[in-house]
């Protein structure tokens, strides 16, 4: 069965740096689009950033455009979320999932686009 494994969650203090990675398996991943979503201790899960199957588009949400970049690597399966000056607003749960797009290099924003999700990795940022 397809498997979606986030890491590289943890505590860290306000404007410094984390790096996830999502490691997938069973998974034509370069068929995907693949995203970052995150949850926050009483709030919905929201969209963070895209990135289409080729890696050429990308796309973030407002409240992370400028510190957070997504990239992956088709080659190792893996898609990464560089995330630069972190803020306390930041701490969330962090959830890849991969969204079947038929062949169409396009990011998908929308949660219910997505077929595929992983587990999640926590992000705590303290002030």
């Known amino acids: 069965q397809v498997q979606l494994v986030a890491s590289g969650g943890g505590l860290v203090q306000a404007g410094e740096t984390l790096r996830l990675s999502c490691a997938t398996s069973?998974?034509?991943?370069?068929?995907?689009?693949m995203g970052w979503f995150r949850q926050a201790p009483g709030k919905e899960r929201e969209f963070v950033a895209a990135?289409?199957?080729?890696?050429?588009?990308?796309y973030y949400a407002d409240s992370v455009k400028g510190r957070f970049t997504i990239s992956r690597d088709n080659g190792k399966n893996t898609v990464f979320l560089q995330m630069n000056s972190l803020k306390p607003e930041d701490t969330a749960v962090y959830s890849c999932?991969?969204?079947?797009?038929?062949?169409?290099?396009?990011?998908?924003?929308?949660?219910?686009?997505?077929?595929?999700w992983g587990q999640g990795t926590q992000v705590t940022v303290s002030s």
């Open positions: 069973r998974l034509t991943f370069s068929r995907y689009c």
């Open positions: 990135i289409s199957m080729s890696g050429r588009n990308t």
């Open positions: 999932a991969a969204d079947f797009t038929s062949g169409l290099d396009l990011v998908t924003t929308k949660e219910s686009s997505y077929n595929y």
